[in-house]
Each structure stands twice: as structure tokens, then as C-alpha cells.
């Protein structure tokens, strides 16, 4: 697929896994069940342990069937860093021109976050192909709903705090996609080994973002 068509992909999908810091001996066995429950798209955040090569190596394995990216990407350095390792997106949680701008360089998708109404349409306009609103949590839960009217132009997503439990009002009010972090990735399931509680999980924000987009 090219960009455009990852970006649809993604969409499509609607659901992002945020993968931190998490067992890097555990990755594989955690992606192939996110991706069996139906995620669209792993970001793994380049402040974890080995990250770059754990980018390359799910991209190798896994790139056919799921969007591999890097998250808390702060530089264009470190953007090209994970790019060169696979990286078919970069999120980030600030807005930097320069990422943006490497990011498209390179063709793939730019997701740098934003907070207000004037980071976003900076964000935009610089060239991102998705806005993470983040931190989500932080925002009033219609927030997204609230920026539809002046800025119902700009594909946004939230991250941070997005679960079963508010996902599809997220989706409903304007959301494209979703980042999910622990919500999905259970730590206790994953500390367990039971990979299929993963798996459980993502069929159900899947099930739900589907519901809300009807």
C-alpha cells in the first residue's frame, strides 16, 4: 500500500495500539494477538527498550497485516531513525514542524498530537495527515465534538484516557481512529501470558467503533 492508502487503512480500522515500555520478548506474541482481534495499526513509542529494532522486526513479520509506527517521536531525527527501521507512521505528542516535514519527506503518515484549536490547525497546515488530540483525558469528553464546527475539515484522533467505556462517544462526536494504550494491553493478562485476553479486548473496541460509525 502506499501512504494514502495506509491512511485510509488506518481509518478504516479506526483503532491504534500504544504499545510502552512493554517486554520486548513478549512483543510478538502481544502484536499477533492486538492484530487478530482486529487493530489496524501498533505504534511502539521510542522510549522503550529496543524499540527501533523491535519496530523493524514486527514490520518484517507482521507488516502484510497491521501499520507498524513510532510514537513519542520529540525530533526529526529520531523520525528518521524509525522510518529507516520501518516505520510507516510517526506519532508524536507535540507539534513539530520539522517532524511533520521529514515524515512527509519520507512519504509516510505524520500524526503529530495538539491540544488547542490553534496547534491543530497549525499541525494541519504544515502538512500532518492526522491530528492526535492529546492528552485526551485531560479534555472534556466532547471536546472533539466541540471542534467539528470550525475544524470538522481536520481528521483528529484521541489519546490518553480512551476505553471501552467512552470509545464509541469518541468516534460518534467526530473521532477518525482512537489511540489506545492500557485499555488495551492489559498488564496483569500480559504478565500472565494470556495473550488471548488481548485479543478479546481489541474485538471489543473494534465491535464498538464499528456501532458508533453506523
Known sequence: MDKWE????????GLVAVLRKLDKDKINKICKALIKGGTGAIEITVDSDG???MINRLKIEHGDQVLIGAGTVLDAETAKTAIQAGADFIFSPIFNKEVIQLTNKYGKISIPGAMTP?????????GA?????????????NYIKDLQGPLGHISMMPTGGVSLDNVEHFIRTGSVAV???GSLT???AIADGNFEKLTEIAEQFVMLIKRARV
Open 179 to 181: 489511540g489506545v494504550g
Open 129 to 141: 495527515d492526522l491530528i492526535k488530540v492529546f492528552p485526551a483525558n485531560a479534555l472534556s469528553i
Open 118 to 126: 490553534t496547534e491543530i490547525v497549525e499541525a494541519n497546515q504544515a
Open 51 to 53: 524499540s527501533f529494532e
Open 186 to 188: 492489559d498488564a496483569e
Open 6 to 13: 495506509q491512511l485510509q487503512f488506518l481509518k478504516e480500522s
